[in-house]
């Protein structure tokens, strides 16, 4: 069974715009809950453009699915993660003011300090995933960190589905086994929607988790949040 977890910082980002608590992301978080997700993904930056360091705490203290809290391991992120203790943080490798992630860990270059960070997530009892490229180097030193799980970058899939999704999806299935051979868990996420989800379900049954934050939330324009939540879980099905 793969989880669906619904990333909310587009919600903090309309609420944002106005200044006020409109949409309130903690009745959101607890509505997608309440409409079938299965977790809830947010993404705290540090110039805090949607989700706030306040939203983290106000959600840790709400949400009864699984928590991801996603980001660059900086001091902020690393205090939160002790305070919140969510059941998964999600490493990623963003620079501060980048528009969205748009690279998985060099996990070779970067495997040293990855290793004292996920030990020290780990202790306080939250599961560690690290986002990643779907190249098979990578994963060797990311299972040497010691995390439980990595996230594939889905971006390169999403971005040449309509071009050719069998060639698209082909390293993705590659790295997933490989993976699955080294005992790690399997996320993925990042610019997956209605289109691209379901292909990519069948490519790789065994996934653990997908975390789905832009499309869906522009769906749920159309389709309303309760009937996009069910329609994105029928493509996990
Ligand atoms: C880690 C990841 O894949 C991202 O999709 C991220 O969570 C989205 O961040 P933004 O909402 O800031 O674009
Ligand atoms: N980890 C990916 C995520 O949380 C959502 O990414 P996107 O669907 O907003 O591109």
């Known amino acids: ?126 599961r560690v995933s690290i986002f990643i490229n779907p190249e098979a180097k990578y994963f060797e030193p990311a299972k040497s960190t010691g995390t439980d799980r990595v996230e594939l970058y889905t971006e390169p899939y999403a971005s040449h589905y309509h071009i050719d999704r069998v060639k698209a999806v082909k390293p993705y299935v590659e790295v997933a086994h490989i993976a699955r051979d080294l005992g790690l868990g399997l996320n993925a996420g990042h610019d997956l929607d209605l289109h691209n989800l379901k292909f990519l379900k069948d490519s790789i049954p065994f996934l653990d988790e997908v975390s789905i934050g832009h499309a869906l939330i522009c769906d749920a324009l159309y389709y309303g949040l309760e009937n996009t939540i069910q329609m994105y879980r029928r493509q996990l099905e």
């Open 1 to 126: 069974m793969t989880k669906l977890s619904v990333n909310i910082n587009k919600i903090a980002t309309l609420r944002n715009a106005r200044g006020g608590n409109n949409p309130d992301v903690v009745k959101v978080a607890l509505d997608c809950e309440r409409f079938g997700a299965e977790g809830i993904t947010v993404h705290p930056r540090p110039d805090e453009r949607h989700i706030r360091y306040q939203d983290v705490l106000d959600l840790s203290q709400a949400v009864t699915t699984e928590f991801n809290i996603e980001g660059y391991p900086d001091k902020r992120f690393m205090e939160i993660i002790r305070m919140v203790k969510p059941a998964q943080a999600t490493l990623v490798p963003d620079p501060p003011h980048v528009l969205t992630s748009n690279n998985g860990w060099d996990t070779i270059t970067h495997q040293e300090m990855l290793k004292d960070i996920v030990a020290e997530l780990k202790e306080s009892g939250t």
